[in-house]
């Protein structure tokens, strides 16, 4: 759920789970059902894990990052989608799709910056002028810059480059993340060409995940989960949100990465999305965290919600209603089931619990995807009849809000394999005094 501050990992590594083994509490403080937090809990399909920060800085330190034959073999899946959509180039301005494709990061300004993909060879790229021997510092040894001057237009060389490739008036796909100027110039300036939704061959290519990619997602909710886990002992009586957001961000940077988690105490916590009213730990509050953290540019997004003391009956009725339906839509995930059919596994128990109709208290859809971006294509959702294949990757993230009360959301990111599906990370919660397992 959460659209914190990006969070990166200069140097990451896919790691196997591990076990890590002990007992902690919310706090030195007595914090009633919470002092009986047990922090451990062993999956079956990875080795035990390790004990210890520095283990996991190791692993960190020694991953196999991105290759260039990564990026080809890319491309050339984008070649293929271009010919299925009838597309004889693709335009990507600066952005995450950009960095997909070539790693290529450029910040957004209000002057055109990408790349022409293109089905016959090498992406053609696009620069401001004065920015060329920047771009060449950037782009792929060997493949050509083209640049416009500050009184010129950027997108007659769009439609130049698609000339001098022999598609003058050929179908020119346009990646969904350009922005409205972009896509307003190219329609007075690029000529003859066909301008088409580019989104099929990005999402097409994004929407699912490599074996390499999903080791980075793992590992980025692994290191997320450790991270809650060890900010949870600093809770304390009066603490504000902010204190406890440091006390987040501190325990990533123990294993070397920057991430955090937005927390909410009490009433605050049904908002979803959090309230701007600042709010102190209490005695039986309810504490709502989300965030994550990114390993080579990959995110995690992880939400956990406990009490700060004893949970009331009405505490553990909701808790356990939205665990119930994390699990039976993790159970709904397998290829070829629709995207909408994960969503409602989970809502239908939300709402045989007493928490319905529709959208009244389970207030958002299930889940969204998630890779590069916090959020990103496919979504689970209601009316989304795209079916599941292996590698893709998603939030599962059920909730029930009642304002003037408190909030429950328990969030895992999963991935669809071949057979099913699983969450990534391990550290699943099995109860509300136990968000990390048995």
Not at 47 to 63: N, T, V, Y
Not at 131 to 153: C, D, F, I, M, Y
Not at 378 to 394: A, D, R
Request: aromatic share 8%; glycine share 12%; charged share 25%.
């Amino acid at each position: 759920m959460t659209k914190a501050t990006r969070c990166e990992s200069v140097d990451a590594t896919p790691v196997s789970r591990r076990r890590f083994l002990g007992q902690a509490g919310l706090a030195a403080v007595s914090l009633g059902a919470l002092e009986r937090l047990a922090l451990s809990q062993t999956q079956p399909q990875s080795p035990p894990r390790e004990d210890g920060f520095s283990a996991m800085k190791a692993r960190l330190a020694g991953i196999s990052p991105l290759t260039a034959a990564d990026y080809e073999a890319r491309l050339e899946k984008a070649r293929r989608l271009m010919a299925a959509q009838g597309l004889d180039g693709l335009f990507i301005g600066g952005g995450s799709n950009l960095v997909y494709f070539t790693a290529v990061s450029w910040w957004l300004s209000e002057r055109t910056f990408g790349a022409v993909f293109n089905r016959k060879g090498a992406p053609v790229w696009i620069s401001p002028a004065f920015e060329k021997e920047r771009a060449r510092e950037l782009v792929p040894a060997g493949q050509e810059v083209r640049t416009w001057e500050e009184n010129e237009s950027p997108y007659r060389l769009v439609a130049g480059i698609m000339k001098d490739l022999g598609t003058g008036t050929g179908r020119l796909g346009l990646a969904p993340d350009l922005r409205s100027f972009e896509v307003h110039g190219l329609r007075r300036d690029a000529g003859s060409l066909e301008l088409a939704d580019g989104a099929a061959v990005t999402e097409g290519c994004r929407g699912v995940k490599s074996a390499k990619e999903i080791a980075f997602m793992d590992l980025a909710n692994d290191i997320t989960k450790i991270a809650y886990r060890d900010a949870f002992k600093e809770l304390r009586p009066g603490m504000s949100q902010r204190d406890f957001a440091a006390a987040i961000g501190a325990s990533f940077q123990k294993m070397g990465v920057t991430g955090g988690g937005g927390p909410q105490f009490g009433p605050n916590t049904a908002f979803p999305h959090g309230s701007r009213n600042p709010r102190l730990t209490g005695e039986n509050d309810v504490v709502m965290v989300d965030g994550g953290c990114a390993v080579e540019g990959y995110r995690a997004d992880v939400t956990r919600t406990v009490v700060f003391g004893a949970p009331t009956d009405k505490h553990r009725r909701v808790w356990d209603a939205v665990k119930k339906a994390q699990t039976a839509a993790l159970k709904a995930v397998r290829p070829g089931a629709e995207c909408q059919d994960v969503d409602r596994a989970a809502r239908r128990v939300i709402e045989e619990s007493g928490f319905g109709p529709g959208y009244k208290f389970f207030a958002h859809r299930l889940g969204h995807g998630i890779g590069l971006e916090g959020h990103e294509y496919p979504y689970l959702v209601q009316g989304n009849s795209l079916k599941l294949e292996p590698g893709m990757t998603f939030s599962n993230e059920p909730g029930v809000y009642i304002y003037g009360e408190f909030g429950v959301r328990v969030e895992d990111c999963m991935v669809v394999t071949e057979d099913g599906g699983r969450f990534l990370g391990g550290l699943e919660s099995t109860a509300i005094d136990k968000p990390f397992g048995d």
